[in-house]
């Protein structure tokens, strides 16, 4: 693509694949074709360009329009109907179709973001190896290769202060020198993209939007550490990011980045690409090991630490996708410059994927340091439905729930850890009024409980036993002592697990109880649900002083359960009713119990 | 070899010769693995692509080409679940359970494929029709709540919606 | 060597020891559940963690490795709150059933649960409702009662590497099993419920016999194959109800096989005769033995005033101790003033390797047997040596078998097809073959290579001498069959060899002493000869004897013939030693009484007929042994290994007639991993298994003659004609069959040579 050519980029990340991002696509070349501009034709050719996802999902399908010496203008929800339409309109005629682009909140979405990590993903085809190689990719492998020692990149990754993305948050030039000083000449590099927490996409985004920037991370991290055979391991559930990455690695060893004497120096890196089969335990190293070896993705203990004895007892280091991401970053801007984002202790920025009760639904990346209100209500647009925020779910099934008090707590891992929650991988997830905090804890319980992977006591029958405390004080069998026990038998599960699984699994439960205590003290002494989730605690009548007759509820009960008419206080006939909450979900007023 | 023993063997081996499942294809399947370390979970991926789903003879052919325990393969296979061990339907809907979705009222619509197609999660319809199974987490939480069915996803669903997509899949081919 | 503390005990240890080991080097003792000393640390049970100062996590002692100057603390109260949990959690599924379970009394979980202080749980009871499982023959398998410790799929995995059971599913659904839920279908060596440490898995042969507190424990050396596993035999009122292992004691480090463990019912057997069968008079049992055996020693005497000594003649069999045996040769040289004494033990080569040279060689061949059929432990030991350090293992066999688990380099054919394969290795190992050339400089360059041979095998010694020639300090291991194979020729129980191998004068050859009627009278202790291939075609021509004496514990073929048979004690109701194959002396001790005389009574009772007082008690049966047999001179009875004078008795020459025979089908003996000799064919629940002699044939030459697993087929063989049932079995080559070859029918057909081609008609 020239200077002068005009581009057309469709979101083609899973969501946008998902919203028909490929018809868009096609619907584009069609009608390029049918005014002539497609390929190199005339004056100026026109290229439509799949790229990754630009972050805010829930406004898919987004397609950029770049016409040269004009403002680039974002249209949000593009269908192929709406096409013919831009390309007349805009490209043609340069009138901007004002219905369909994006509304100003759209930009706002960007103010507080640093897209560092994140940048080319939106610009480049992640299918193009010269798209990304012109955009500066593999310079940084250059830098490295020609002007660097193994020892200087381990210490310019040191010093940028980066910590590990994953959830763990270790800093990754101090794992890095574990795995470099292991007697051995067969090390492994592994890359975790076994990114498994519901509610988390970052991982995929990356790879997915921009694949050869994890390749390019993985022989920065390869050269320093002095590993000669790498693995990504991706979760099957990522089809498309599976696509990508094959094919980036088949161009990457085409183009001498990997394989033998890699850019023509004593350098060698083979990678190979790992499919998990669907098991998040195998998001843990030593599970993701064993699941490489080819068996059951049981976690093993340490130490002895896989950068000592990692894969077929080999020293090995392990890096998430996204910390991956960010060595080239760190090598083609330099450590000071990395360390000038984020906070003292958290450098740099981290991607976050925002989801739940949010307006701004989608893929952020913010510096460390910003405060979870900022997030939520600057980037994330809020709460929608004039709903209030009751909590913010952060780091999945291992993280917590934090309150509204705790709103002005920085992003970052120490802060964060001292609430009680984690950074994790980066899922957020925001709650309002009509989530119960009980079923949240028992909805994350179930799900590690059903990834367990069944080794250890603690994690395998403990978490059993506390769900089924949270089962039964969900249905109204709660008894005195429940959260005591589930309390102490909480803090013993942490601290007596093998794996990360399990030692963290207790967290929401720990920090739903310790923030929302009377919830659960609703839920065991009056049989209630203030949140109204709980079906079995609901009685579904509504309270006639609160109805305000709008008619809500009529229209979504599935089973014509609800009687209505216009004028008149909504009554639910319980016969009928099979608990599906509908009308709850749907009524602004709260008014039914 | 036991007496008792001798009659599971018999078992196994005239099913074999019964069976109508051709097992060749795991041999050609298998022959670029050998003498590979970690092959285990490519193979297993690569025969269910093929077959559909690992019954106890694939497994066993599995287990003879790779000098493997069956026992052993079938732990790691029952430990992952992507791997099946039973037919599955035409149309595998997969209703996302992860937060994001949760918390936009998936429950709801899982409720309404067991509705529809009297299936619970992991289970086929008797016509071999459909198979729901809920999964952890698609990565599509932009457009909560959200289904796949076989290849194509489904996202900003209301039940109602949900429930209008699974009937056409349903008078599709009949 | 590192420094550390444990409970402010300082300790200085190896610094490859984990903090478990660390521990139990100074006399802490740390709880352990999933830990096994013989299998890679788990850490699933979670009993073990201790606080580690300076660390804010806590760690499990069985994986974590010691590290200078660690300070670490076994028990707090923060441990206690830990360790009652994991109980409490164990005891939501598993089901209270201490009243009904064998395991009682010995169970971890319930000593655990005591240890702790458990005595509620605090959660609600949600126990499992599965059926029991009867598929195994021998082990009763209660998944109800599983706490997924994992260590019976471990051990299967790790050490017998057959991995018949695995883990299944995940997470709370996961439970142990075998893939699609089939029978279980193993080696039912047992390994898996010896490890049990609740009552899942249990002893089916044992099953609600009684009740551990009640039994007395006697540690023993197994009577059965020549191992020489230490057993711990676990009786009350001179019942034998179980035999145990133990992990820390003999040189089987706990591993026991099927007929060790769960074949020991022939001691309680009501087979054994309690009355004496003497054609002259009945005379009923606990009579005075000198008054049994008068009227047979006066024929005795007669035969040797009319005919000479040397017409008087004694066969041992290998079930006798040491100092049975060297009594009997005594007996026989010295007071019978008779060459003739006898065993079926070649002499052709003696023990050079031991267990310890399987564990640290470094190149393994085994050749022309079925090691793990024919010596359990010992083939155990092979697996576990090739599975920890991966060296190079070459099998030569007929059929494929166990260990192809380990290894590729299985060479199988039909036994011509064999033999040439062997001499293709020997002739790459001269240079002259580039057939094996990577396998032989693999052995060439070992430093420890092991040779595992058959030494009752003629045409193999040839080959063995070869490589023992051609490949720099191999080490040899002649596999023998029976408890006390080796002890019996170290006494001199072989006809002109001394106790310790010192040539003397032989007497006659016992096939031509029989057949032509040389030897008049025979005392036989043990032996069978209905049951040897050698012999068991002069079987009838006994009935020429004019005296025929047999001591055995049952009545055997060969003690129906006699005219005086003496029921006799087995390996579980005397005292004395076996020297097994390692040449290893050790000693059995007495555990029941079962009444019944042993054959050292009986050896004095005659010598006092002749006015000889031999030795009678152990102790002085061996001070005569340490005097008279240079070879057992200094030793201490309790595991020493004898050095043997030679290796090998040279002079082999290569046999060109392998196999001989016409018909379709090569046929060859087999190893029968269930049953050692005749003794555990009264053991029933083994016999269950396997009673009859199995014909094994592949898969594909069993659809050729149209017959199907379990059915009966028709062997033609030198004119004998016998039908058999089959056993299909993949491992088999193709056109090759095997049958054991010690019962009465096979011995007959093996008796005309070892490789033989037979036909097989439906």
Request: proline share 4%.
């Given at each position: 693509?020239?200077?002068?050519?005009?581009?057309?980029?469709?979101?083609?990340?899973?969501?946008?694949?998902?919203?028909?991002?490929?018809?868009?696509?096609e619907?584009?070349?069609?009608?390029?074709?049918?005014?002539?501009?497609?390929?190199?034709?005339?004056?100026?050719?026109?290229?439509?360009?799949?790229?990754?996802?630009?972050?805010?999902?829930?406004?898919?399908?987004?397609?950029?329009?770049?016409?040269?010496?004009k403002?680039e203008?974002?249209?949000?929800?593009?269908?192929?109907?709406?096409?013919?339409l831009?390309?007349?309109?805009?490209?043609?005629?340069?009138?901007?179709?004002?219905?369909?682009?994006?509304?100003?909140?759209?930009?706002?979405?960007?103010e507080?973001q640093?897209?560092?990590?994140?940048?080319?993903?939106?610009?480049i085809?992640?299918?193009?190896?010269?798209?990304?190689?012109?955009?500066?990719?593999?310079?940084?492998?250059?830098?490295?290769?020609?002007?660097?020692?193994?020892?200087?990149?381990?210490e310019?990754?040191?010093?940028?202060?980066?910590?590990?993305?994953?959830?763990a948050?270790?800093?990754?030039?101090?794992?890095?020198?574990?795995?470099?000083?292991?007697?051995g000449?067969?090390?492994?590099?592994?890359?975790?993209?076994?990114?498994?927490?519901?509610?988390?996409?970052?991982?995929?985004?990356?790879?997915?939007?921009?694949?050869?920037c994890?390749?390019?991370?993985?022989?920065?991290?390869?050269?320093?550490?002095?590993?000669?055979?790498?693995?990504?391991?991706?979760?099957?559930?990522?089809p498309?990011?599976?696509?990508?990455?094959?094919?980036?690695?088949?161009?990457?060893?085409?183009?001498?980045?990997?394989?033998?004497?890699?850019?023509?120096?004593d350098f060698?890196?083979?990678?190979?690409?790992?499919?998990?089969?669907?098991?998040?335990?195998?998001?843990?190293?030593?599970?993701?090991?064993?699941?490489?070896?080819?068996?059951?993705?049981?976690?093993?203990?340490?130490?002895?630490?896989?950068?000592?004895?990692?894969?077929?007892?080999k020293?090995?280091?392990?890096?998430?996708?996204?910390?991956?991401?960010?060595?080239?970053?760190?090598?083609?801007?330099?450590?000071?410059?990395?360390?000038?984002?984020?906070?003292?202790?958290?450098?740099?920025?981290?991607?976050?994927?925002?989801?739940?009760?949010?307006?701004?639904?989608?893929?952020?990346?913010?510096?460390?340091?910003?405060?979870?209100?900022?997030?939520?209500?600057?980037?994330?647009?809020?709460?929608?439905?004039?709903?209030?925020?009751?909590?913010?779910?952060?780091?999945?099934?291992?993280?917590?729930?934090?309150?509204?008090?705790?709103?002005?707590?920085?992003?970052?891992?120490?802060?964060?850890?001292?609430?009680?929650?984690?950074?994790?991988?980066?899922?957020?997830?925001?709650?309002?009024?009509?989530?119960?905090?009980?079923?949240?804890?028992?909805?994350?319980?179930?799900?590690?409980?059903?990834?367990?992977?069944g080794?250890?006591?603690?994690?395998?029958?403990?978490?059993?036993?506390?769900?089924?405390?949270?089962e039964?004080?969900?249905?109204?069998e709660?008894?005195?002592?429940?959260?005591?026990?589930?309390?102490?038998?909480?803090?013993?599960?942490?601290?007596?697990?093998?794996?990360?699984?399990?030692?963290?699994?207790?967290?929401?439960?720990?920090?739903?109880?310790?923030?929302?205590?009377e919830?659960?003290?609703?839920?065991?002494?009056?049989?209630?649900?203030?949140?109204?989730?709980?079906?079995?605690?609901?009685?579904?009548v509504?309270?006639?002083?609160?109805?305000?007759?709008?008619?809500?509820?009529f229209?979504?009960?599935?089973?014509?359960?609800?009687?209505?008419?216009?004028?008149?206080?909504?009554?639910?006939?319980?016969?009928?009713?099979?608990k599906?909450?509908?009308?709850?979900?749907?009524?602004?007023?709260?008014?039914?119990? | 070899?036991?007496?008792?023993?001798?009659?599971?063997?018999?078992?196994?081996i005239?099913?074999?010769?019964?069976?109508?499942v051709?097992?060749?294809?795991?041999?050609?399947?298998?022959?670029?693995?050998?003498?590979?370390?970690?092959?285990?979970?490519?193979?297993?991926?690569?025969?269910?692509?093929?077959?559909?789903?690992?019954?106890?003879?694939?497994v066993e052919?599995?287990?003879?080409?790779?000098?493997?325990?069956?026992?052993?393969?079938?732990?790691?296979?029952?430990?992952?679940?992507?791997f099946?061990?039973?037919?599955?339907?035409?149309?595998?809907?997969?209703?996302?359970?992860?937060?994001?979705?949760?918390?936009?009222?998936?429950?709801?619509?899982?409720?309404?494929?067991?509705?529809?197609?009297?299936?619970?999660?992991?289970?086929?319809?008797?016509?071999?029709?459909?198979?729901?199974?809920?999964?952890?987490?698609?990565?599509?939480?932009?457009?909560?709540?959200?289904?796949?069915?076989?290849?194509?996803t489904?996202?900003?669903?209301?039940?109602?919606?949900?429930?209008?997509?699974?009937?056409?899949?349903?008078?599709?081919?009949? | 060597?590192?420094?550390?503390?444990?409970?402010?005990?300082?300790?200085?240890?190896?610094?490859?020891l984990?903090?478990?080991?660390?521990?139990?080097?100074?006399?802490?003792?740390?709880?352990?559940?999933?830990?096994?000393?013989?299998?890679?640390?788990?850490?699933?049970?979670?009993?073990?963690?201790?606080e580690?100062?300076?660390?804010?996590?806590?760690?499990?002692?069985?994986?974590?490795?010691?590290?200078?100057?660690?300070?670490?603390?076994?028990?707090?109260?923060?441990?206690?709150?830990i360790?009652?949990?994991?109980?409490?959690?164990?005891?939501?599924?598993?089901?209270?059933?201490?009243?009904?379970?064998?395991?009682?009394?010995?169970?971890?979980?319930?000593?655990?649960?005591?240890?702790?202080?458990?005595?509620?749980?605090?959660?609600?009871?949600?126990?499992?409702?599965?059926?029991?499982d009867?598929?195994?023959?021998?082990?009763?398998?209660?998944?109800?009662?599983?706490?997924?410790?994992?260590?019976?799929?471990?051990?299967?995995?790790?050490?017998?590497?057959?991995?018949?059971?695995?883990?299944?599913?995940?997470?709370?659904d996961?439970?142990?099993?075998t893939a699609?839920?089939?029978?279980?279908?193993?080696?039912?060596?047992?390994?898996?419920?010896?490890?049990?440490?609740?009552?899942s898995?249990?002893?089916r042969?044992?099953?609600?016999?009684?009740?551990?507190?009640?039994?007395?424990?006697?540690?023993?050396?197994?009577?059965?194959?020549?191992c020489?596993?230490?057993?711990?035999?676990?009786?009350?009122?001179?019942?034998?109800?179980?035999?145990?292992?133990?992990?820390?004691?003999?040189?089987?480090?706990?591993?026991?096989?099927?007929?060790?463990?769960?074949?020991?019912?022939?001691?309680?057997?009501?087979?054994?005769p309690?009355?004496?069968?003497?054609?002259?008079?009945?005379?009923?049992?606990?009579?005075?033995?000198?008054?049994?055996?008068?009227?047979?020693?006066?024929?005795?005497?007669?035969?040797?005033?009319?005919?000479?000594?040397?017409?008087?003649?004694?066969?041992?069999?290998?079930?006798?101790?040491?100092?049975e045996?060297?009594?009997?040769?005594k007996?026989?040289?010295?007071?019978?003033?008779?060459?003739?004494?006898?065993?079926?033990?070649?002499?052709?080569?003696?023990p050079?390797?031991?267990?310890?040279?399987?564990?640290?060689?470094?190149?393994?061949?085994?050749?022309?047997?079925?090691?793990?059929?024919?010596?359990?432990?010992?083939?155990?030991?092979?697996?576990?040596?090739?599975?920890?350090?991966?060296?190079?293992?070459?099998?030569?066999?007929?059929s494929?078998?166990?260990?192809?688990?380990?290894?590729?380099?299985?060479?199988?054919?039909?036994?011509?097809?064999?033999?040439?394969?062997?001499?293709?290795?020997?002739?790459?190992?001269?240079?002259?073959?580039?057939?094996?050339?990577?396998?032989?400089?693999?052995?060439?360059?070992?430093?420890?290579?092991?040779?595992?041979?058959?030494?009752?095998?003629?045409?193999?010694l040839?080959?063995?001498?070869?490589l023992?020639?051609l490949?720099p300090?191999?080490?040899?291991?002649?596999?023998?069959?029976?408890n006390?194979?080796?002890?019996?020729?170290?006494?001199?129980?072989?006809?002109?060899?001394?106790?310790?191998?010192?040539?003397?004068?032989?007497?006659?050859?016992?096939?031509?002493?029989?057949?032509?009627?040389?030897?008049?009278?025979?005392?036989?202790?043990?032996?069978?000869?209905?049951?040897?291939?050698?012999?068991?075609?002069?079987?009838?021509?006994?009935?020429?004897?004019?005296?025929?004496?047999?001591?055995?514990?049952?009545?055997?073929?060969?003690?129906?013939?006699?005219?005086?048979?003496?029921?006799?004690?087995?390996?579980?109701?005397?005292d004395?030693s076996?020297?097994?194959?390692?040449?290893?002396?050790?000693?059995?001790?007495?555990?029941?009484?079962?009444?019944?005389?042993?054959?050292?009574?009986?050896?004095?009772?005659?010598?006092?007929?002749f006015?000889?007082?031999?030795?009678?008690?152990?102790?002085?049966?061996?001070?005569?042994?340490?005097q008279?047999?240079?070879?057992?001179?200094d030793?201490?009875?309790?595991?020493?290994?004898?050095?043997?004078?030679?290796?090998?008795?040279?002079?082999?020459?290569?046999?060109?007639?392998?196999?001989?025979?016409?018909?379709g089908?090569?046929?060859?003996?087999?190893?029968?991993?269930?049953?050692?000799?005749?003794?555990?064919?009264?053991?029933?629940?083994?016999?269950?298994?396997?009673?009859?002699?199995?014909?094994?044939?592949?898969?594909?030459?069993?659809?050729?003659?149209?017959?199907?697993?379990?059915?009966?087929?028709?062997?033609?063989?030198?004119?004998?004609e016998?039908?058999?049932?089959?056993?299909?079995?993949?491992?088999?080559?193709?056109?090759?069959?095997?049958?054991?070859?010690?019962?009465?029918?096979?011995?007959?057909?093996?008796?005309?040579?070892?490789?033989?081609?037979?036909?097989?008609?439906?």
């Amino acid at each position: 693509m020239t200077e002068n050519s005009l581009g057309v980029h469709v979101c083609m990340g899973t969501a946008g694949v998902a919203s028909g991002g490929r018809e868009v696509m096609e619907a584009f070349n069609e009608e390029l074709k049918k005014h002539g501009l497609a390929g190199d034709v005339k004056e100026r050719d026109c290229k439509v360009k799949a790229t990754g996802c630009r972050g805010l999902c829930a406004r898919d399908v987004l397609v950029d329009i770049i016409i040269p010496g004009k403002d680039e203008v974002t249209y949000e929800h593009v269908t192929a109907e709406i096409v013919p339409l831009i390309v007349e309109q805009h490209i043609m005629n340069g009138d901007v179709v004002k219905k369909h682009a994006a509304k100003k909140d759209y930009y706002g979405f960007y103010e507080l973001q640093k897209r560092y990590v994140l940048k080319d993903c939106g610009i480049i085809d992640p299918e193009d190896m010269d798209d990304y190689i012109g955009h500066g990719g593999y310079s940084a492998v250059k830098t490295v290769l020609n002007d660097m020692k193994p020892e200087d990149v381990i210490e310019e990754v040191k010093k940028s202060g980066i910590r590990g993305r994953g959830g763990a948050g270790f800093p990754a030039g101090l794992k890095w020198t574990f795995c470099s000083k292991s007697p051995g000449e067969t090390k492994y590099l592994i890359c975790n993209s076994d990114e498994g927490d519901p509610g988390a996409f970052m991982d995929r985004s990356v790879i997915e939007g921009n694949p050869h920037c994890v390749i390019e991370g993985m022989l920065i991290a390869a050269y320093a550490i002095g590993c000669n055979e790498g693995y990504i391991y991706c979760r099957a559930e990522y089809p498309l990011a599976i696509e990508r990455v094959k094919k980036a690695m088949k161009d990457a060893e085409a183009g001498n980045y990997l394989g033998k004497n890699i850019l023509g120096k004593d350098f060698d890196f083979t990678l190979h690409l790992k499919e998990g089969a669907g098991a998040f335990v195998c998001g843990e190293e030593t599970a993701l090991l064993a699941s490489v070896e080819g068996e059951r993705g049981m976690p093993r203990s340490r130490p002895p630490f896989p950068a000592v004895r990692g894969l077929w007892d080999k020293p090995s280091n392990i890096n998430n996708v996204e910390t991956i991401a960010n060595f080239p970053l760190i090598i083609n801007k330099g450590a000071d410059w990395y360390n000038s984002i984020g906070t003292e202790k958290s450098k740099g920025t981290k991607i976050f994927a925002l989801a739940g009760k949010i307006k701004n639904a989608g893929l952020v990346e913010v510096p460390m340091g910003i405060t979870l209100k900022e997030l939520i209500y600057n980037v994330g647009g809020g709460i929608p439905n004039r709903r209030k925020f009751k909590a913010v779910q952060l780091g999945g099934p291992s993280g917590g729930c934090l309150p509204e008090s705790l709103l002005d707590t920085p992003i970052d891992f120490d802060s964060l850890q001292s609430t009680g929650a984690i950074m994790g991988s980066g899922g957020v997830v925001v709650m309002d009024e009509t989530n119960c905090m009980v079923n949240v804890a028992k909805f994350f319980l179930s799900f590690t409980q059903k990834e367990s992977c069944g080794k250890c006591i603690p994690c395998r029958i403990g978490t059993k036993a506390m769900l089924d405390i949270l089962e039964r004080i969900t249905v109204g069998e709660g008894r005195e002592g429940d959260i005591d026990l589930l309390e102490n038998l909480a803090e013993e599960i942490k601290i007596s697990s093998l794996c990360g699984l399990g030692q963290t699994a207790p967290n929401p439960v720990l920090t739903t109880i310790k923030y929302f205590r009377e919830e659960y003290e609703e839920h065991i002494k009056n049989r209630k649900c203030p949140a109204r989730e709980c079906a079995d605690l609901i009685d579904f009548v509504v309270d006639d002083d609160r109805c305000t007759k709008c008619g809500a509820c009529f229209r979504v009960c599935p089973t014509g359960a609800i009687e209505w008419e216009k004028k008149m206080v909504a009554k639910i006939d319980l016969s009928k009713c099979v608990k599906c909450r509908e009308c709850i979900v749907h009524c602004p007023f709260n008014a039914i119990d | 070899m036991g007496n008792e023993a001798l009659k599971d063997k018999t078992k196994l081996i005239s099913d074999s010769d019964a069976e109508k499942v051709d097992v060749k294809q795991v041999d050609v399947i298998c022959e670029p693995f050998k003498g590979l370390s970690g092959s285990t979970i490519p193979i297993l991926q690569k025969v269910q692509d093929h077959y559909g789903y690992l019954s106890r003879d694939i497994v066993e052919r599995i287990a003879e080409n790779m000098n493997k325990s069956a026992h052993q393969i079938y732990g790691v296979l029952t430990f992952y679940s992507q791997f099946h061990t039973s037919p599955r339907g035409k149309y595998v809907i997969r209703v996302c359970r992860g937060t994001a979705c949760h918390v936009k009222g998936s429950l709801r619509i899982s409720q309404i494929v067991a509705e529809e197609f009297n299936i619970s999660n992991g289970e086929t319809s008797e016509d071999l029709k459909f198979t729901l199974e809920e999964v952890s987490c698609i990565g599509a939480c932009g457009m909560a709540p959200v289904i796949m069915v076989n290849d194509k996803t489904y996202g900003n669903l209301t039940p109602e919606e949900a429930r209008k997509i699974l009937i056409g899949y349903a008078k599709k081919d009949v | 060597m590192v420094s550390l503390k444990i409970d402010g005990i300082d300790a200085n240890v190896d610094g490859s020891l984990t903090i478990l080991e660390a521990a139990e080097a100074v006399g802490v003792n740390i709880p352990t559940f999933c830990h096994h000393k013989m299998l890679n640390p788990f850490g699933a049970c979670r009993v073990c963690l201790v606080e580690v100062k300076g660390n804010p996590k806590l760690l499990t002692a069985c994986t974590t490795p010691v590290m200078d100057g660690m300070e670490i603390i076994t028990s707090s109260e923060k441990l206690a709150k830990i360790r009652k949990t994991l109980i409490e959690l164990l005891l939501i599924n598993h089901p209270l059933d201490c009243p009904v379970c064998d395991k009682g009394g010995e169970c971890t979980l319930q000593d655990l649960a005591f240890e702790f202080g458990v005595t509620k749980v605090r959660f609600d009871e949600v126990p499992m409702k599965e059926p029991v499982d009867h598929s195994n023959p021998f082990i009763e398998r209660d998944i109800n009662r599983c706490v997924l410790c994992g260590k019976c799929v471990r051990i299967c995995d790790e050490v017998v590497n057959v991995q018949a059971i695995s883990f299944i599913g995940r997470g709370t659904d996961t439970y142990i099993g075998t893939a699609f839920d089939q029978a279980w279908n193993c080696e039912y060596c047992g390994q898996c419920m010896s490890v049990c440490p609740v009552g899942s898995l249990g002893n089916r042969v044992f099953l609600h016999k009684n009740r551990p507190w009640n039994m007395k424990t006697t540690y023993s050396i197994c009577g059965l194959c020549s191992c020489g596993c230490t057993v711990v035999l676990k009786h009350e009122n001179n019942k034998v109800y179980r035999v145990d292992e133990d992990t820390d004691a003999g040189i089987n480090h706990g591993f026991l096989c099927s007929k060790g463990r769960y074949g020991y019912e022939f001691i309680n057997s009501d087979d054994r005769p309690e009355i004496s069968n003497v054609k002259m008079n009945n005379v009923a049992k606990g009579i005075d033995l000198k008054k049994l055996i008068e009227p047979s020693i006066e024929k005795l005497k007669n035969i040797i005033d009319n005919y000479g000594s040397d017409a008087v003649g004694m066969v041992v069999s290998p079930r006798l101790t040491n100092e049975e045996a060297f009594l009997a040769q005594k007996l026989c040289r010295e007071v019978l003033k008779s060459n003739n004494i006898y065993s079926l033990e070649p002499v052709t080569a003696l023990p050079d390797a031991t267990y310890d040279d399987v564990d640290k060689s470094d190149a393994i061949l085994v050749l022309n047997m079925d090691i793990t059929e024919s010596n359990p432990i010992l083939g155990l030991s092979i697996r576990r040596k090739v599975r920890k350090s991966g060296v190079p293992l070459v099998v030569f066999n007929p059929s494929s078998t166990a260990l192809k688990r380990l290894t590729d380099n299985i060479i199988v054919g039909e036994p011509k097809e064999l033999y040439k394969e062997i001499d293709s290795f020997v002739s790459s190992l001269e240079g002259k073959s580039e057939k094996y050339k990577e396998l032989v400089s693999k052995f060439k360059s070992a430093e420890k290579p092991l040779l595992v041979f058959n030494p009752y095998n003629e045409i193999d010694l040839y080959y063995v001498e070869r490589l023992k020639k051609l490949i720099p300090g191999l080490k040899l291991l002649p596999a023998r069959s029976k408890n006390n194979s080796q002890g019996i020729l170290d006494m001199g129980c072989y006809s002109g060899i001394r106790p310790g191998y010192q040539q003397c004068e032989a007497g006659h050859e016992l096939a031509e002493g029989i057949k032509k009627g040389r030897l008049k009278a025979l005392i036989v202790l043990g032996e069978n000869l209905d049951l040897s291939p050698e012999y068991c075609s002069l079987f009838d021509e006994l009935d020429k004897l004019g005296l025929l004496v047999v001591l055995d514990p049952f009545m055997s073929e060969m003690s129906k013939k006699a005219h005086l048979y003496i029921p006799v004690a087995s390996y579980a109701e005397k005292d004395g030693s076996f020297t097994n194959f390692e040449g290893r002396v050790q000693s059995i001790q007495k555990a029941i009484d079962k009444g019944f005389v042993t054959d050292r009574d009986f050896i004095v009772s005659v010598a006092e007929f002749f006015n000889v007082v031999l030795p009678h008690s152990t102790g002085d049966i061996r001070v005569m042994i340490t005097q008279e047999n240079p070879l057992y001179k200094d030793i201490s009875w309790d595991g020493e290994v004898i050095k043997y004078p030679y290796l090998l008795k040279h002079g082999r020459s290569q046999r060109k007639d392998i196999i001989c025979g016409d018909g379709g089908y090569n046929l060859y003996p087999a190893s029968l991993r269930l049953h050692s000799g005749s003794y555990t064919r009264r053991s029933p629940e083994l016999s269950k298994v396997y009673s009859e002699p199995l014909l094994e044939i592949n898969p594909a030459d069993a659809r050729d003659l149209n017959v199907e697993n379990g059915e009966y087929i028709k062997l033609i063989s030198g004119g004998i004609e016998e039908k058999f049932k089959v056993d299909v079995n993949e491992k088999m080559s193709l056109k090759t069959v095997s049958l054991p070859d010690n019962y009465p029918s096979t011995a007959r057909i093996f008796s005309i040579n070892r490789y033989l081609k037979v036909d097989l008609k439906r």
